[in-house]
């Protein structure tokens, strides 16, 4: 079983709706919860991150953690073209977030015009 | 503040021969980790340093591979003896002791021809 689990996608979603990112972890230690955005060639931008039950908003972005079942999402409302993207859900062991971090294989959004 | 630089931006080298990579945090970021990310997958940890301390290495860094980080400030991943599988975007991160949040710098793009 792979420590952080995503859907591949690719997940097409029409412009101005809302595109909802799952991730499934393995590890019932892990503290700390991340989302990353890949644009092609370029490297992973911190978007998100995460480490207490419920929600997290900023902005068009939403986050959720729900440990009990192991699984954090990440919802983007009003989704534009330019969200068009590969999302990394990576998962640290610490509270503080400052150690390794396991990355979930990403899942390729593209947002139709 | 500026952000991590990492040089060069793209390497190719013939199979067989050493290269080194630098790394520069963003200022005043005491933690600096060293990741690689192959085709369709996520960042693979490899080291990562607490001030000029190496804090762990994964497995997956076999003995061609050394990383320093003299004084605490920038770091340096070596790759002695390339061979074909080496070929992957390397990645370096830094965060502050306090604060959650990991951030990548460019990465450097390495082919081994």
């Known amino acids: 079983q792979k420590e952080v689990e995503q859907n591949s996608g690719p997940l097409s979603v029409p412009e101005g709706a809302i595109a909802s990112l799952n991730c499934t972890y393995s590890d019932r230690g892990s503290q700390s919860f991340f989302w990353y955005r890949q644009y092609s060639g370029k490297s992973p931008e911190l978007i998100m991150f995460i480490y207490s039950n419920g929600d997290k908003e900023d902005g068009r972005f939403t986050a959720q953690l729900n440990k009990a079942s192991q699984y954090v999402s990440l919802l983007i409302r009003d989704s534009q073209p330019s969200d068009s993207a590969t999302y990394l859900c990576?998962?640290?062991?610490?509270?503080?977030?400052?150690?390794?971090?396991?990355f979930g294989t990403g899942t390729r959004l593209t947002i139709i015009p | 503040d500026t952000g991590v630089s990492q040089d060069p931006r793209h390497k190719i080298t013939k199979r067989g021969q050493n290269v080194t990579f630098r790394c520069d945090p963003i200022?005043?970021?005491?933690?600096l980790y060293w990741y690689r990310q192959t085709l369709g997958q996520g960042p693979e940890f490899l080291t990562y340093f607490q001030n000029e301390a190496q804090l762990e290495k994964s497995r997956l860094l076999s003995d061609r591979f050394s990383a320093e980080r003299p004084k605490g400030s920038f770091s340096t991943l070596e790759i002695q003896r390339t061979e074909q599988g080496d070929s992957a975007m390397y990645l370096c991160?830094?965060?502050?002791?306090?604060?959650?949040?990991?951030?990548f710098g460019p990465g450097t793009r390495l082919t081994v021809t």
């Open positions: 991160a830094s965060s502050q002791g306090t604060i959650y949040e990991q951030y």
């Open positions: 200022s005043e970021h005491n933690r």
């Open positions: 990576a998962v640290s062991g610490s509270n503080f977030g400052n150690e390794k971090l396991t």
